[in-house]
């Protein structure tokens, strides 16, 4: 076995950590706009040239809101996943408990969300629009393969915990109040990674070889969906960033802001996910083909 997740440990170790959003993110919170929000393997701003020293803070801020919305918006595709997989059996009191705290969790996680696009609005100034609507996103992940979704689910919380662990937890510049709610997040996700691990083994192993192959295929659809997203996002964030320093780019500084950014998506959204190594591992057990399908195709997102 290469994990010892079981849902009586998960359950105790949510118990312990858990938070309430007014002491994340108080109604009248003020967010510091002198101080970049997401650490720069993320944001990668400072590799935009052309740029100056406050211009890059507000790129950084930019991708600051853009990741909690991101957050916000696949959070609203999980939630559903978790409850109606609870739905599947309803025996076993550790295994609900602990689901439906994963999934109460999850709600959580969207209010959270959501105060802070309030917050960011009233101290930013500028509208920066996110892809959507998150309703059509969650009806074209959710008609896939429950596997695939599942899948994409556990990618998506490994990258949680590798964001925070390797980028956030020891930076001491980027903004406080932001650094904390990424902080509580990767307390709640911490669990969540476990038991998507272990959602996603008693889903695989009621499947054949075949079916599981035919599942991953489902996974990189949504993965090349989603690809197509933060291409349109990277679009966005341009638009917002020319309004908010009050300058257009020249096209070809406009082309590298494209070509950069979006790199810089894939790698936050979608390679950081798929080369950990707690995810791979988990292909590794449901599928040795997989995880190899999945090695060859990541260093595009890298």
């Not at 706009?33 to 701003?45: C, G, H, K, V």
């Not at 990277?234 to 960033?241: E, I, K, M, V, Y």
């Not at 590298?256 to 390679?271: I, M, P, S, V």
Request: hydrophobic share 50%; net charge negative; proline share 3%.
């Amino acid at each position: 076995m290469y994990h010892d997740f079981n849902y009586p440990a998960v359950l105790s170790a949510s118990g312990r950590a858990a938070w309430q959003i007014d002491d994340i993110l108080p109604v009248d919170a003020r967010l510091d706009f002198t101080r970049p929000f997401l650490p720069e393997s993320l944001a990668q701003a400072r590799a935009q040239a052309g740029l100056g020293v406050e211009e890059r803070i507000v790129l950084n801020q930019i991708r600051g809101h853009e990741y909690l919305s991101i957050f916000g918006l696949v959070e609203e595709f999980i939630l559903p996943f978790v409850l109606d997989h609870v739905r599947e059996d309803l025996a076993g009191d550790d295994r609900i408990r602990a689901l439906l705290q994963f999934a109460s969790e999850e709600a959580k996680h969207i209010q959270l969300f959501k105060r802070f696009e309030g917050v960011f609005v009233a101290g930013f100034g500028t509208e920066c629009a996110v892809i959507g609507p998150s309703e059509a996103i969650a009806a074209e992940v959710l008609k896939h393969d429950p596997l695939s979704v599942a899948l994409l689910i556990l990618q998506i919380e490994w990258m949680t915990q590798r964001h925070y662990l390797d980028s956030v937890r020891d930076n001491l510049g980027i903004e406080p109040l932001f650094a904390s709610l990424l902080r509580h997040h990767w307390m709640e996700e911490a669990q969540h990674a476990k038991l998507d691990t272990l959602i996603v083994e008693a889903i695989a192993a009621r499947m054949t070889a075949a079916e599981i192959d035919k599942a991953v295929d489902g996974y990189l659809e949504i993965g090349a969906f989603f690809d197509q997203g933060f291409r349109a996002q990277t679009a966005l964030n341009l638009d917002a960033f020319e309004r908010a320093v009050g300058r257009t780019l020249d096209e070809r500084a406009r082309t590298a802001f494209l070509e950069g950014q979006h790199q810089a998506l894939r790698w936050t959204y979608l390679g950081s996910g798929m080369t950990h190594l707690n995810f791979l591992a988990t292909l590794a057990a449901i599928s040795p083909e997989a995880r190899a399908r999945v090695e060859a195709i990541s260093p595009a997102f890298c």
